[in-house]
């Protein structure tokens, strides 16, 4: 999970906060936004890219205006006792599967959760379908339709978190 951390000061964070809302952002609107001239902030944002910090510039693509899809949280039980083969098994298969757009191993009485991209309530069930068939693992799955997303990772999220922290550690 956690492991070594960083050294990244309140700059740092600001220019990481700035970049996740807009990243296309001038130099200079940055430098203003940030409290630093353009070439030291240039350098900062240079040394987040080379330590893999700052891994990509990504698009908030609005995925219902170009096509129709129902997303359904999912919780996942591998049946049986636990053996790492057969998690293995099951991480490696739901990567080879496009729909499944996001799964997380977590802590607690389920073993998985998922979020499944679907076109209709068919397309879910023949995905659900070939996931329950394949070799290698026996599970049993809970669905959630969402009827409406409240909060997504695309807006503020986690780097909010990470700036007010270092700002209460500032003050």
Same mark, same amino acid.
């Given at each position: 999970?956690?492991g070594?951390?960083?050294?990244?000061?309140?700059?740092?964070?600001k220019?990481l906060?700035?970049?996740s809302r807009?990243?296309?952002?001038t130099?200079?609107?940055?430098?203003?936004e940030?409290?630093?001239?353009?070439?030291?902030?240039?350098?900062?944002?240079k040394?987040l890219?080379?330590?893999?910090?700052?891994r990509?510039?990504? !698009? &908030?693509?609005?995925?219902q205006?170009? *096509? +129709?899809?129902?997303?359904?949280i999912?919780?996942v039980?591998?049946?049986k006792?636990?053996?790492?083969?057969?998690?293995?098994?099951?991480?490696?298969?739901i990567?080879?599967?496009?729909?499944?757009?996001q799964?997380h191993?977590v802590?607690?009485? !389920? &073993?998985?959760?998922?979020?499944?991209? *679907? +076109?209709s309530?068919d397309?879910?069930?023949?995905?659900?379908?070939d996931?329950v068939s394949?070799?290698g693992f026996?599970?049993d799955y809970?669905s959630?339709?969402v009827?409406s997303?409240i909060?997504s990772p695309?807006?503020a999220?986690?780097?909010?978190l990470?700036?007010?922290?270092?700002?209460e550690?500032?003050s």
């Open positions: 999970m956690m070594f951390l960083p050294k990244l000061d309140f700059l740092d964070i220019i906060r700035a970049l807009n990243a296309r952002m130099k200079a609107r940055m430098s203003e940030v409290g630093l001239s353009a070439t030291p902030c240039h350098e900062r944002i040394k890219e080379k330590s893999k910090i700052i990509g510039y990504h !698009v &908030d693509i609005d995925y205006k170009l *096509a +129709r899809y129902e997303i359904y999912v919780e039980y591998i049946k006792e636990y053996s790492l083969n057969k998690h293995h098994i099951f991480q490696r298969t990567q080879s599967i496009p729909d499944i757009i799964c191993f802590l607690g009485r !389920v &073993d998985y959760l998922m979020m499944v991209a *679907a +076109r309530i397309h879910y069930r023949s995905i659900m379908e996931l394949r070799d026996e599970m809970v959630y339709p009827s997303t909060k695309q807006g999220g986690i780097i909010d990470i700036h007010r922290d270092y700002h550690i500032d």
